[in-house]
């Protein structure tokens, strides 16, 4: 069965500084993998995705993440960080049948 | 266009009520999906619709009814639902699952309050 993980419950960054949120994902096969963002009371917006091919993703406001197989991650990440990233993150893995595992979600909070 | 619309935004609801959630998606995508998403927690898949037709029910309770009347809507039906069942609901949509395209585009969600 496939599973994601995402280790930090909660990050502080400040504005302006680097962003790296974790990801580890545990599937048999190629995976597909996602990061969605979710601000308060909000659907999830996609911000990139990874089927093949470059191993380092482009996404939405900035953020790219990069595909890992030997480690099984998919972190995400932003070189500077803007107050309007604060939201939750989630990363999300399709194995099969379009079931989508999410993980746990990574709040961001951002300080002036 | 990527947008998936949700109606109504809010809805407060009695535990004897009959009320129904609404889904429109207009990108041409031939799967659709409910899900459940409580407070400080991810979404959690409560069903999937591929070519209209119900394709995935995660063991949701027989209170929540799904329904989906063209490629482009998605209808949940509530009835005598307990206050647990608060939460936001959400609908997404994808392409047409055997393209092997995954990526899913929700909608902002209706919070539902069961009193």
């Known amino acids: 069965a496939q599973s994601v993980t995402q280790p930090d419950i909660h990050i502080t960054v400040s504005e302006g500084a680097s962003l790296e949120l974790r990801c580890n994902y545990s599937y048999g096969a190629t995976p597909y993998l996602f990061w969605y963002v979710q601000s308060p009371g909000q659907g999830l917006q996609l911000l990139l995705k990874?089927?093949?091919?470059?191993?380092l993703v482009q996404g939405i406001k900035g953020f790219e993440a990069e595909f890992k197989r030997s480690q099984s991650s998919f972190n995400l990440r932003k070189p500077s960080v803007h107050w309007s990233d604060a939201a939750e993150y989630f990363c999300?893995?399709?194995?099969?049948?379009?079931?989508?595992?999410f993980g746990t979600g990574t709040k961001l909070q951002v300080i002036p | 266009d990527t947008e998936v619309t949700q109606t109504p935004k809010h809805l407060v609801m009695g535990m004897t009520n009959k009320k129904s959630l609404k889904c429109e998606q207009h990108?041409?995508?031939?799967?659709m999906y409910w899900y459940k998403q409580k407070a400080k927690k991810p979404p959690e898949l409560m069903f999937v619709y591929s070519y209209e037709k119900l394709s995935i029910n995660e063991s949701v309770p027989s209170r929540f009814s799904p329904e989906c009347p063209n490629s482009s809507l998605l209808n949940l039906h509530l009835h005598a639902l307990q206050p647990e069942d608060s939460a936001l609901y959400l609908c997404?949509?994808?392409?047409?699952?055997?393209?092997?395209?995954?990526?899913?585009?929700f909608g902002p969600g209706t919070r539902l309050t069961v009193t």
């Open positions: 990874y089927f093949s091919g470059d191993t």
């Open positions: 997404a949509s994808s392409q047409d699952p055997a393209s092997g395209s995954y990526e899913q585009y």
């Open positions: 990108m041409g995508h031939r799967a």
């Open positions: 999300a893995v399709v194995g099969g049948y379009q079931k989508v595992t």
